[in-house]
């Protein structure tokens, strides 16, 4: 699972900054093209709900997504890796 910010929700009131246990999320730092300052992700992948969520079934914390006013912020699926053959010339 993957943490995004849809930047076309966001309005930047950086609610999610405050209330995210592991300080995932942190205030921007410049304004997108509708004057938004959305914040940043630090290392999304220590998010409970990046981590567990598919192990468990279910949603481990989510604070944040229930604390955004405008339902701006949601998991995505990742495409599993796949390795992929190399031919090595010698
Ligand atoms: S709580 Fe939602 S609207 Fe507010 S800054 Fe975070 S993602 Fe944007
Ligand atoms: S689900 Fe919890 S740990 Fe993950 S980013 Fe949101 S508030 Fe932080």
Partial sequence: MKLVID???CK????CVK???YR??????RPNERGVVVPELDRPERCANCRLR????????????????DQAIRW??????EP?????EY
């Fill in 12 to 15: 930047g009131c950086n609610l």
């Fill in 7 to 9: 930047p076309r929700r």
């Fill in 84 to 88: 992929r053959k190399v031919a090595v």
């Fill in 54 to 69: 598919r192990l468990y079934g279910r949603t481990i914390c989510g604070v944040c997504q229930l604390t955004c006013p």
């Fill in 19 to 21: 209330v995210c246990p």
């Fill in 76 to 81: 995505e699926e990742e495409e599993a890796y």
């Fill in 24 to 29: 995932i999320f942190r205030p921007g730092r």
